[in-house]
Every structure is written in C-alpha cells, then in structure tokens.
C-alpha cells in the first residue's frame, strides 16, 4: 500500500525496470535489468512529463543495467548472463557519442573475457571499471583512460590477492565465496571500492598506474550480506570524515534478517571503523526474503540528507548530521508497479533542482520532489 511523508510525486514514467539511473541536464539516461531494454534515454525539460527519445537494445541473456554520462560521453556496461549467447557477443562496456541525447552514435566497444563489467564510475575521462579478466578470480578493479574514446586504453588494475590465479596466487581458505571487485568510487586520489562477500577497501590512486591499498574492513563473514556501495561524504561532520557502506539484501550466507546501512568512520583511513547504522523502524529481525532491505545510496551528496533505494521500502531519506544517530526524515513508498507482487526500488539520484528519480528494478521511474 502506497506510503509518503515529506515526498510527492511529479511524473512516473512507464517503462522496463533498471539497475541505474543518471541525469544530466535535461535528460536522464536509464540502464535496465533485462534483455531486449538496454538503455533509455528521457527527454525531461517537463520534469512533470517525461518523454522517451532514444532506445538501445540489448542481445537474449545479456544487460545493460548501469550507464553513465559525461564530456560528450555516454558509457553503459556490456555483462553477459547464464543462458545461450549471441554470436560474437563479449562483456565489457559500450561507448557512445552523446553531444546529441536523442541519437547517442556508438563509437566503440571495450571487450574483456568472462562475463564482463559489472558496474563503475566515470568522471569524464576515466573510468574506474569491476571488470571480470582472463587468468582471474571474480571481478577486479580497472581503471581505462577515455581520452580517445576510440581507444580505450587501460592505466592500472588492483586485486585481492589470492585473485590471480593464473599468477600462481593462492586462494585464501578464510574466503566463503570468491571475492570480486563490486563498485568503485573515486574521490580525489582514492577509489572506495565495495568487494562483495569480501566487504570493502580503500585504494590509493595518485599513481593510476599503480593503485596501492590503504586499508579495508570485512564483515561478511559474521554478516550475510554481501557489501554494495562505500560512498565517502565529501565534507566532515562533526569534525570526522565518514563514509556510507550500503550491504546488498541478496546472496545471503545464511537466512537473515534485512540488510542496512553502516556508518564508518575514515578519519584515519587506515583504521575504517563502523560506528553506527540505519534499519527501518518495522524491522523485527527475522528472516525475509531476499530484495527486501538497503540496497543503493544516492551517490550525488548535496548535504546529510542522504536518499536510500531500499528494495521492499521504496525510497528512503536518511539524515546523517548527527552520524551516529542516523534517521528517517522522509519516505516514499509506492504501489507496486504492474508485473510485481512488491515494490523493487532500485536506484537514486538527484538533479541540479533537487528533484529526486527513483528507479524500480521490474518497471518504472518515479520523479519526485521532498516537501
């Protein structure tokens, strides 16, 4: 049953359910769970009537679900799925010409071995990628250079050692599932880099070429749920720097309760310490299905008040201006789109308005307002 408080809604927008969604300027760029909807691209100058201009699709068994725009450049993830491949098909990530929104023109495929590129940032001219690699376990770290982007050209990778084995690397016998790189975020020189069942590191990137690891924190095992999102807020509060780590409520080791949202203080960077955490109010911790709890934070950080995808609670905003005592200030729960027995609320962002897009895994795009 539909719920808000501190948050109406401007326009929804009928379309395939996405793992991500961008805006810059008037547009705003979505990339979708399932083959053939790859990426859409919504003409949004009526915030209030959304308009779909551009459509890129996508081969059986294959996605696009993460996209990122910037400096006339439009990047989504290439990631291949189980089931029977098109021919000639590879992982990696697609790169577009996007000085016309309308008509994005493909300039070049960046292709790896494996499944291919899961999800990654973009600033403009580099992108810091979770590709899978030949002669490596699980997904790694990779920053690509887009100068030309006719020509992407890698600068450094990382991994977790035990991750190569095609260089002899033993497996750690403390991992419960392989490691693999999940998302990296760049501020300033370092990358805050989520690893899955692996938890978290932070990395060094003054020298691209060589990325050198700071510190890290894992938590999964005694936690179940593997680690999403390490989003670093880019001012102090309260005279400390922290970070958000948002777990994933998917892939449990074991039957749990809901995941949420950490506080960790990077102070000294090299001792990241959680400190406190977010979890809504009804949470009785007993187990729940999977996709029912945290899921992505708002990467674009305007201020403590930080808008949360929560899966099965739509969307969340939490205020973090007292960090040790994170709260719910505003939330917006909608009715379950068509096609789904519950709400799949999957990705945030924020405009240069302050409006708010929220993006559903199985179908639609809500554009909303806090009130």
Not at 166 to 184: F, K, L, M, S, V
Not at 329 to 349: C, I, K, M, W, Y
């Amino acid at each position: 049953m539909m719920s808000q408080s501190g948050i109406k809604e401007i326009a929804w927008l009928d379309c395939p359910g996405g793992g991500q969604v961008v805006v810059e300027g008037d547009y705003a760029y979505i990339g979708h769970m399932s083959a053939p909807a790859g990426t859409t691209v919504v003409d949004i100058s009526d915030r209030a009537n959304p308009r779909i201009v551009a459509e890129l699709a996508m081969p059986p068994n294959t996605h696009s679900h993460k996209v990122r725009v910037g400096n006339g450049l439009m990047i989504k993830n290439h990631e291949r799925l189980s089931g029977p491949q098109a021919e000639g098909f590879m992982g990696g990530l697609g790169i577009y010409d996007n000085t016309d929104p309308k008509n994005p023109r493909h300039i070049c495929d960046w292709e790896t071995a494996g499944k291919g590129v899961h999800r990654f940032d973009f600033d403009g001219r580099y992108a810091y990628i979770s590709p899978t690699v030949e002669g490596y376990i699980g997904n790694i770290v990779m920053i690509l250079d887009l100068q030309n982007p006719e020509r992407p050209e890698e600068v450094g990778r990382w991994w977790m050692p035990g991750q190569w084995a095609a260089g002899g690397e033993d497996i750690n016998p403390a991992w419960e599932r392989e490691p693999r790189c999940h998302h990296p975020l760049r501020l300033g020189n370092r990358l805050y880099t989520s690893y899955w069942h692996a938890g978290f590191v932070i990395l060094d990137i003054e020298d691209m070429s060589k990325p050198r690891f700071v510190s890290g924190l894992d938590w999964s095992p005694p936690f179940p749920w593997p680690t999403h999102t390490t989003l670093p807020i880019p001012f102090p509060i309260q005279g400390r720097n922290v970070m958000l780590v948002a777990d994933e409520d998917v892939a449990q080791l074991y039957p749990s309760s809901p995941s949420f949202l950490w506080m960790v203080d990077i102070t000294d960077e090299k001792r990241p310490t959680p400190f406190a955490s977010f979890q809504l109010d009804d949470v009785d911790g007993s187990p729940q299905p999977p996709m029912t709890g945290c899921h992505q934070p708002c990467e674009i950080v305007t201020g403590t008040e930080i808008p949360v995808a929560w899966f099965a609670g739509g969307l969340r905003v939490v205020d973090i201006a007292k960090p040790h005592a994170p709260k719910e200030v505003a939330h917006f729960l909608p009715d379950p789109p068509p096609g789904s027995e519950r709400v799949s609320s999957n990705d945030v962002t924020i405009d240069d308005n302050g409006l708010l897009f929220l993006l559903d895994r199985v179908r639609g795009l809500h554009i909303l307002e806090r009130s």
